[in-house]
């Protein structure tokens, strides 16, 4: 197998490249306060010079909702593709069945949840958070209440302390698959359980998944924390600068 170094260096050279990533855990620091953040510094360095390079795409595929999303990266946000809400924002119209849907498990969740654990309302999903008191038996609780909710069959996706509703069956790796398809190549890092989904659909030949943080994965390569992301960014975005500069002087 590869090294993760031998890898980003071939990512590099691709004749056209997606780097797609999340955000919490892998771009920025949790934070009990969600809008309390800031991406790595170094990490935004290099997003903002990825971006302006040729037949380079970056895009940030967050569970996140786009308003939030836009809210914690206002430097770059309007340089790279947004998707937020797993990949389902920008996306279809909710019908009368999926509004119904999330109305009952919000109100379901709403009862679940005692302050300071909350439920988040997003387009297409209602979510428990209860990182603020996280690692406690009144988290677990709610947590295990939340998961035992009748969803009719809907999704419902784990992450780190939240439990996620959708009324649309719309994944990190529905998006990424579809997405990916105009790229030569694909670099997809995230540290999640939603992140797996996006994991597995990267092709070993040509694409670099990377896994954030020490939980187990389907990715080829991994990183302790964000600030090796960054340094992983910062080393990509060095590789591909310096190929289009040799392109161009070709």
Not at 38 to 46: I, L, Y
Not at 124 to 142: K, N
């Amino acid at each position: 197998m590869a090294t993760l170094t031998a890898a980003t260096e071939r990512a590099a050279h691709a004749e056209s490249l997606l780097v797609c990533l999340d955000f919490d855990g892998t771009l920025a620091e949790f934070n009990a306060d969600p809008y309390a953040v800031a991406p790595h510094p170094a990490a935004v360095d290099a997003l903002r010079t990825l971006a302006a390079l040729p037949h380079t795409q970056v895009a940030i595929l967050s569970g996140r909702h786009l308003d939030g999303l836009r809210r914690v990266l206002p430097e770059i946000a309007g340089n790279v593709v947004l998707a937020g809400s797993h990949g389902a924002e920008p996306g279809p119209e909710l019908s009368s069945d999926d509004a119904a849907y999330l109305d009952r498990i919000g109100a379901a969740l709403e009862r679940i949840a005692t302050a300071p654990a909350y439920v988040e309302v997003k387009p297409y999903q209602r979510v428990l958070h209860v990182a603020p008191i996280a690692g406690t038996p009144d988290a677990e609780r709610m947590l295990a209440a939340a998961r035992a909710l009748d969803t009719d069959g809907r999704p419902v996706t784990p992450g780190h302390n939240v439990v996620e509703f959708s009324a649309v069956e719309i994944t990190k790796g529905t998006w990424l698959s579809q997405h990916k398809r105009e790229f030569a190549a694909t670099l997809f890092a995230g540290d999640d359980t939603t992140d797996e989904t996006a994991l597995r659909v990267l092709d070993p030949r040509h694409d670099v998944g990377i896994k954030v943080g020490e939980q187990p994965s389907a990715a080829a390569h991994r990183v302790a924390d964000v600030p090796a992301m960054a340094q992983v960014l910062s080393e990509l975005a060095r590789a591909r600068s310096a190929r289009a500069g040799t392109a161009s002087a070709e």
